[in-house]
């Protein structure tokens, strides 16, 4: 063997936890398998469920990841051990509370049979909570036991539905709940748009980012009407605008996120968005407290974008738009139709993140309405956004952030030429956004859109 250049394996790890801030400690197992250079490659999604077998514990949060190695099977089950001791894992009872559990599903095709491991994992097909999130990373392939022709995905159909179901999770700060895509009773999030431009098209010059006193009587408003998160954006992405330097950008919304973060006691439990497409604006507005990073174009206007957002660990929404805002109105062709397009476009955006490192529990995705669509288009996506679950293989588990607020479309729908005065046509596309499974809502107008959340959650979600 090439000691330069030594030979990988392809392993599978699952992971648990159900002690401490659990989502933390898994987060911190991965960093931990990265300084012993297991790298990880992607994630699944992370799901909460129930315990099994000692039932008096907490719930867990469980995971897979895909990782390469150098390392042979006892060599990385070792590690792995290591790793749990050294993260505090005490095991107690057997199958009992853990902060942090570690276990080799597979590596490679292997077969592998020794008195302290077994490849593949003894239970891992009986196991909803292993093979559900295995199955978003290998969906079709087998396990490598002679003649076998069922696949991962098969396996996981046969099990009995697991009572409760598997609630995924998307973790956004510790100071903020995580959101739950797929549970029918969640909450709409209100994303409050704040914008510290001068020519955005809705509200172009209405928030100065130098007056920090209108500034926090618009902020302690936007909280008090109902905002959980704060998207805060240096410059206009609205179509045909022009872009601003970045350290135009920069002065826009670091000072004004670090007064939020620091100045606004109000704001303690409120998400902070960056709306940027720029890697070094996200950067510093992450290190001045922004919690999610919110760029319009998924990573693809700005090279360092994706590895930045893996550097920082923050959560991250991945919008659909193609070409940049000068050249999108000219890109709206979509010869498979808006929702197998748009779909298939974004599931490439998701694996160029994961690629970088963003792990998959930290992705939020947006359709982009708007932004390389037209009418037809925007209305299609209000009317089938189940569809992204259903019907698009690997996108059934990430929440989705809609933003109609005051479009274009509706403006053409209304006759209302005045974006400002589009609140009514809003108000609709906002109760579609619900109905059709939205986890947030980007909005302008913040009191009038709780409202409405309000309504179409009782509705559609039976909360009150």
């Known amino acids: 063997m090439d000691r330069h250049h030594p030979v990988t394996h392809r392993a599978f790890i699952a992971f648990g936890s159900n002690v401490g801030d659990r989502i933390d400690m898994i987060e911190a197992a991965c960093r931990e398998l990265e300084r012993a250079s297991i790298r990880v490659k992607r994630t699944s999604s992370l799901f909460e469920t129930a315990p099994m077998y000692v039932l008096d514990q907490d719930p867990f949060i469980n995971g897979v990841c895909e990782v390469e190695t150098s390392l042979s099977p006892i060599d990385l089950l070792d ?3 290591a790793i749990e001791i050294g993260l505090g894992r005490k095991k107690l009872i057997d199958k009992g509370p853990r902060s942090i559990d570690l276990d080799i599903l597979l590596y490679d095709d292997q077969i592998f049979s020794h008195d302290r491991l077994s490849i593949p994992h003894q239970l891992m097909l009986e196991r909803d909570f292993v093979l559900r999130p295995l199955c978003q990373l290998i969906p ?24 409760p179901t598997p609630l995924p999770t998307t973790p956004i700060s510790a100071h903020f709940p995580s959101l739950h895509s797929t549970d029918p009773n969640r909450r709409t999030h209100i994303m409050a748009i704040l914008n510290l431009t001068p020519d955005s098209f809705s509200d172009g010059g209405a928030h100065s980012p130098t007056d920090l006193v209108t500034l926090t009587t618009t902020v302690e408003k936007m909280i008090s009407s109902g905002a959980t998160i704060i998207d ?17 950008e920069l002065s826009r919304v670091i000072p004004a996120i670090r007064h939020i973060r620091t100045k606004i006691p109000s704001a303690s439990n409120i998400a902070i968005s960056i709306d940027t497409y720029r890697a070094r604006v996200a950067e510093e507005a992450c290190a001045a407290g922004a919690d999610i990073i919110n760029d319009v174009s998924a990573g693809l206007l700005d090279p360092e974008m994706l590895s930045t957002m893996a550097r920082t660990g923050k959560s991250v929404i991945l919008m659909h738009m193609r070409g940049a805002p000068s050249t999108m109105t000219k890109l709206t062709e979509y010869p498979n139709g808006i929702i197998p397009d748009v779909g298939s476009e974004l599931l490439a955006r998701v694996a160029a993140a994961e690629a970088a490192g963003v792990k998959r529990w930290r992705i939020i995705l947006d359709p982009g309405l708007g932004f390389a669509k037209n009418e037809p288009h925007d209305l299609a996506i209000l009317k089938d956004l189940p569809r992204f679950r259903t019907d698009i293989e690997g996108l059934e588990y990430f929440p989705w952030l809609m933003g109609p607020s005051r479009k274009r479309f509706v403006g053409r729908l209304t006759g209302v030429q005045k974006a400002s005065e589009r609140t009514w046509g809003t108000a609709a596309t906002v109760t579609a956004s619900v109905a059709g499974g939205a986890d947030i809502v980007r909005v302008h107008d913040v009191k009038e859109m709780w409202q409405v959340t309000r309504v179409a959650d009782a509705i559609y979600r039976d909360v009150t």
Do not use: C, W
């Open 79 to 81: 590690t792995l051990q």
């Open 140 to 163: 079709h392939e087998r396990p490598p036991f002679p003649n076998h022709t069922a696949t991962y995905l098969s396996h996981l159909k046969s099990l009995p539905p697991p009572s």
């Open 232 to 248: 805060i954006g240096g410059e206009s992405t609205r179509p045909g605008s022009t872009p601003v330097s970045e350290a135009e």
